[in-house]
């Protein structure tokens, strides 16, 4: 098991590969510090964002779901952080396997070429063990790095769309609150008007009505 993972089991391509490991090390730990960071801090990030929508209570609904897009793009932004990395680890770990494999196995023949005498299996099998152990690392590093890079979205994904329906539904409220008081004063002035017309209206049309009774 330790020769498998050797230096020299992985070929001319053992560094490059070694770094592309590092590197999704650095970035998985580095992310994973900050999703704990992230949930502890989860209900002060979503009371900045009410509050960001509080201050702008003035503005027309509009504006304020700009306003509320522009930051939930910095939040996504903020929490997507190293998923180019990730991908680009995706995308190159499995290529520099697969030329890894190339180089082992043009390197297994050439030997072969060069062998004297009866072809001996256990030569081509080393060779091609050293080929082949390029590829298991590159895709590796490669399935662990789209891994992370897919949950990190699903997370960011999810948490973010739940807070914005909230928000959302909060812009909403105040913009309903603001629509509601002129109608609520409209029905005030209609109700007024129908109690003058109550009020003034009917006692004339009665006095009139007496008064003609009265003359005829």
Same mark, same amino acid.
């Given at each position: 098991m330790m020769a498998m993972f050797s230096i020299d089991t992985l070929g001319v391509l053992a560094w490059p590969l070694i770094c592309c490991? *590092? &590197?999704l090390f650095a970035v998985a730990g580095e992310r994973l510090c900050f999703a704990v960071w992230a949930v502890w801090h989860r209900q002060q990030t979503y009371s900045d964002a009410l509050n960001l929508l509080d201050s702008n209570r003035e503005c027309g609904?509009? *504006? +304020?779901?700009e306003v509320l897009a522009l930051h939930l793009q910095m939040?996504?932004?903020q929490w997507l952080r190293g998923q180019n990395v990730l991908r680009g680890l995706a995308t190159v770990s @499995? &290529? *520099?396997g697969m030329l890894?494999?190339?180089i082992g196995v043009m390197a297994a023949f050439h030997r072969l070429s060069e062998h004297r005498g009866a072809v001996n299996p256990a030569l081509l099998a080393d060779g091609l063990w050293q080929a082949l152990t =390029? =590829?298991?690392v590159g895709l590796s590093i490669a399935l662990l790095a789209a891994v992370l890079a897919a949950l990190q979205n699903s997370v960011c994904r999810v948490v973010l769309q739940n807070w914005a329906a909230k928000l959302n539904q909060r812009s909403l409220d105040m913009a309903g609150a603001k629509v509601a008081a @002129?109608?609520? +004063?409209a029905a005030l002035a209609s109700a007024v008007a129908v109690l003058l017309v109550l009020v003034l209206v009917v006692p004339i049309t009665i006095f009139q009505r007496a008064q003609a009774r009265?003359?005829?």
């Open positions: 490991a *590092l &590197l609904k509009a *504006l +304020r779901d939040l996504s932004t @499995p &290529l *520099l890894g494999t190339i =390029t =590829t298991a @002129p109608t609520l +004063r009265t003359t005829g």
